[in-house]
């Protein structure tokens, strides 16, 4: 089945500590996003990338980092200078072509924690 | 500025009835595109409907249709015959520029059985 996987579920960050988000995708789209969802809000999107080797920053991209090194993968790393990482971190994805390239596909998201 | 506005925050409905969900924006584009996504308690956002501002006719998808009012600068989701299963939350949200989408705050709707 095609989709976008994301891992893990659950994760716990401790002060100081890096943590790495994984998302990847099987439906051979071109462009990927991290959103950050806090508790009774929408999304704000982190980053961004239509293309491998490139990524732009998006409206709260302030202590996180990402790579885009394969189509399929678009890892979120959440550094220790994000002060407030506790969220609920949703991947997506969108072609870039096509009758249905404006409607962008998400995953099933990774809560994180600050023990 | 670009928003999207959503001002109910929870709204009950009993089953098999019609349901409105309203959505206001705001843009000085004339290209642009609006969506409605569905995230129920598990958190995965699924994708319902996608009305472009040029389309002429109210998208519509099984159960669920857009009422697109461009003069209002609204983007309403219609629910026709709801069932229990709708109970989630629901975010409009609208397409930017070619890559970028802003979400509203939601609404949660429940469905009484």
């Known amino acids: 089945d095609g989709g976008i996987t994301q891992s893990p579920k659950y994760l716990f960050r401790k002060e100081g500590q890096n943590v790495t988000l994984s998302c990847e995708q099987n439906?051979?789209?071109?462009?990927m996003y991290w959103y950050r969802q806090d508790p009774g809000q929408g999304l704000r999107l982190i980053y961004y990338?239509?293309?491998?080797?490139?990524?732009q920053k998006g409206d709260i991209a302030e202590g996180y980092s990402v790579s885009r090194e394969k189509k399929e993968s678009f890892p979120l790393t959440v550094t220790s200078a994000q002060k407030n990482p506790t969220a609920f971190y949703l991947c997506?994805?969108?072609?870039?072509?096509?009758?249905?390239?404006?409607?962008?596909?998400f995953g099933a998201g990774t809560r994180l924690s600050v023990l | 500025a670009q928003k999207i506005t959503q001002t109910q925050p929870g709204m009950f409905v009993q089953e098999k009835e019609a349901v409105t969900l309203d959505c206001t924006y705001d843009t000085s584009d004339q290209s642009y595109g609006l969506f409605w996504y569905k995230q129920p308690s598990s958190g995965e956002m699924i994708f319902l409907i996608y009305q472009g501002s040029y389309d002429e006719q109210n998208a519509t998808e099984g159960r669920y249709s857009l009422n697109f009012q461009k003069a209002r600068k609204s983007a309403n989701l219609v629910i026709s015959a709801s069932q229990l299963g709708d109970s989630a939350m629901y975010f409009c949200?609208?397409?930017?520029?070619?890559?970028?989408?802003?979400f509203g705050s939601g609404t949660r709707l429940s469905i009484r059985p």
């Open positions: 949200a609208m397409r930017i520029s070619a890559s970028k989408i802003i």
């Open positions: 439906l051979n789209h071109d462009a």
């Open positions: 990338s239509q293309i491998v080797n490139d990524f």
């Open positions: 997506a994805s969108r072609r870039t072509g096509g009758l249905s390239k404006n409607i962008q596909y």
